[in-house]
Structures are given as C-alpha cells and as structure tokens.
C-alpha cells in the first residue's frame, strides 16, 4: 500500500445528533439524506466514545481497503510502514498515531450543548495526553438555515448556578446564556477547551481538533435524540466535569475577536496561493494550509504526512507515475516519504485544504 497519493474512503460515524446528507451528496450515494452518522471521521487513529449505544468495532477508526477487499485500519498500517507514512521525526514526538483529528461534520440540526476538556485537565483527571481544542473552517450553509454557532458565555451564570442549571435542564435559564454568533462560508474559528459551544443547524464544517472525543454535553434532549446518561459527563462526576467551563462573560462582539482567526498569506503564485489558516499562535498540536488555484500548483512538503481535503473544485493529483481523480468533498493521504505532489484543476478553481500535525510549525 505504498501508494503516493491514496484516496481515503468515507469513515461515518455516529453521534448524538441528525445529519449528513451532505456527505452522502458528495460521496455521490443513491438517495442522499440525514441520519445518525453526519461526521466522516478523516484518517482517523482515534476510536469513538459512544457510551449507552450498542458498540461498534472500531468506530471512528479510519481504513483502507487491500487488493483481496479487506479492511486494514490505517491505525495498524502507521504502526507496520511507520517510516514510510510518518516519518522519523513523527515517531519521535508523536509515536504511530496520527497527533491530531480531522472531521467533515454537516449538522441538520443544532447540535446538543457541550464543553470539551482542556489539555491540562485531561492529564490531571482523564489519564489523557491531550484535551480537545477544537477548529472549524466553515464550507457552507444550507440555504433554508441562518449560519450561527453558540460560543462563550454572554451571560455567565457561574459553576453554581450552571450545576443546577444542567441537573435541572432548566432549557429557558440555559439558552439565556447564550447569543447566536453568526458564521459564514470561508470563516475560520478556534475553540478552546473549557469553551461552551454548539454548532447550529445547517452548517457543514471541516473540524480538526486535539485527538480525542472527550465531551460534556450539557443539553441531555434534543429534538427527540436523548443523550444517554453514560455520554454526559465523561464518566466523571457532574458536579466535577462541569469544572471544565471557562465561566468568564463574553459578548459576541468580544467572542469574535478572541476565537475568530483571520488566514495569513504564505505564498502568492500567479495563478493561486496558500493560505495558513491554523498555526502555532492556535494550537502547537496541528497546522492547516489552504491552497486555492487554476490550471496548476505544485505543492511541495516535507518529510511529513499531510491529510487533504478538496473543499472546492475537481482535477487531479499527481507524483511520479501516480494520477489521481480528486472531486469536491474527497479526502486523501499525502505519505511522509513524498516530498510532492502537483495538483491540476478541470475547470476554474480549486481548493484543496492540507492539515498536518503541528511539528509542521518549521516551515510556516
């Protein structure tokens, strides 16, 4: 499997909220709609947490398919060719996982109310190295919907007040918490641990975050979904995870500015640029890149593995003697021992969203 560019299959997952049919639109499926799996979980090397639903064997673990149709997660494959997908450097800071999470996520409603915990709060209390900061890139909005996500507090009712505030689902105290941010095609955001939030209805989102699935759901009912008791609390104490929150008050105007991150320029060729849209003022745990061009880019890397997205457009990849189809909504692996590849767009422009883990900080 030591492909140069490998064209990774849909790896849906399900979670405590309706949608994906988005998802199913790109794929090109029969009959696209929601349902219970509306995130497609990117190279993944992090299982799901699903307490209460029935288990499923290596959910959220991302895979391949070899010449006799079986699966190999890419999980077992990092750690058998690790030099030849990851690379040295990688093993050495980050051994065979993959040191980040990518999602495509497309909600059809807003999602339940949650927090996620910050790194120091994992090592202290989830025996976890990593927490849950959370970016979103924002692809699109459905046209029936108003683009917002719910963001800080804008009227921060304390650790006290909330605690009750959650047992009790008390849902009018709740939502006064809270004011619409509202988002857009093309926005970046980041979210850190501790941070209330909800993505709402209608948004379709490339999310990459710390590598774990560790939550707080705050909201146990939402339109008919019950989120069972066990995937409330991270199998803490309430009265202990709701310490989590950041309690500090902000207004939507403050929000924006702290979580809203403007893209840098990196390089501007004639015909296309990259973009930095996650670097190390973020998070050291990931990058993203965007590259948007017409005709053709040559994207350069080092000995790193990069994850790509097509978020707009169609056209090839190609290295070596490799040429790949690539359509809108497609997800590909770029292996460490590849130190290129040249992208060529069919008709007008295209998009390709790159993220690698955050060593990658050297050549920003």
Not at 106 to 131: C, E, F, I, V
Not at 157 to 164: D, I, K, M, V
Not at 262 to 289: A, M, W, Y
Request: hydrophobic share 40%; net charge negative.
């Amino acid at each position: 499997m030591r492909n140069k560019i490998i064209v990774l299959p849909p790896n849906r997952v399900r979670r405590n909220y309706k949608g994906g049919l988005l998802l199913e639109k790109a794929y090109g499926l029969p009959n696209p709609q929601d349902g219970s799996r509306p995130e497609d979980w990117i190279a993944s090397t992090v299982g799901a947490r699903n307490p209460g639903l029935e288990e499923v064997a290596d959910e959220g673990l991302a895979f391949l398919m070899d010449k006799n149709g079986r699966k190999v997660l890419l999980k077992n494959l990092f750690a058998e060719e690790s030099d030849y997908f990851l690379g040295a450097k990688h093993k050495e800071k980050l051994g065979t996982e993959l040191g980040f999470l990518a999602k495509l996520l497309d909600s059809s409603m807003r999602l339940h109310l949650q927090a996620h915990p910050t790194a120091d709060y994992a090592k202290q209390h989830l025996n976890s190295r990593w927490g849950k900061l959370e970016t979103y890139y924002i692809l699109g909005v459905r046209p029936e919907c108003e683009g917002y996500i719910w963001l800080g507090f804008q009227k921060s009712p304390g650790l006290q007040e909330w605690t009750r505030i959650v047992m009790e689902q008390d849902k009018t105290e709740m939502n006064a918490c809270f004011e619409k941010v509202l988002v857009k095609p093309g926005q970046v955001w980041v979210i850190p641990g501790g941070l209330p939030h909800a993505i709402g209805e209608g948004l379709f989102v490339l999310e990459v975050m710390e590598p774990t699935d560790w939550v707080v759901r705050c909201e146990f009912e939402r339109e008919g979904i019950i989120v069972p008791p066990a995937a409330r609390f991270m199998g803490l104490q309430p009265e202990e995870s709701l310490k989590i929150f950041n309690f500090e008050e902000f207004s939507v105007s403050q929000i924006q500015k702290k979580c809203g991150v403007e893209p840098i320029r990196l390089h501007t060729k004639s015909n296309g640029f990259i973009d930095l849209l996650i670097g190390p003022k973020q998070t050291e745990c990931f990058v993203i890149r965007r590259v948007s061009f017409e005709n053709n880019f040559k994207v350069e890397k080092a000995e790193i593995i990069y994850i790509g997205i097509v978020t707009a457009g169609a056209g090839i990849a190609q290295s070596g003697d490799e040429t790949v189809p690539l359509k809108q909504g497609e997800t590909f692996l770029i292996p460490a021992g590849v130190d290129h590849i040249n992208l060529t767009s069919n008709k007008g422009r295209m998009e390709v969203v790159f993220c690698s883990p955050g060593y990658d900080i050297e050549r920003i």
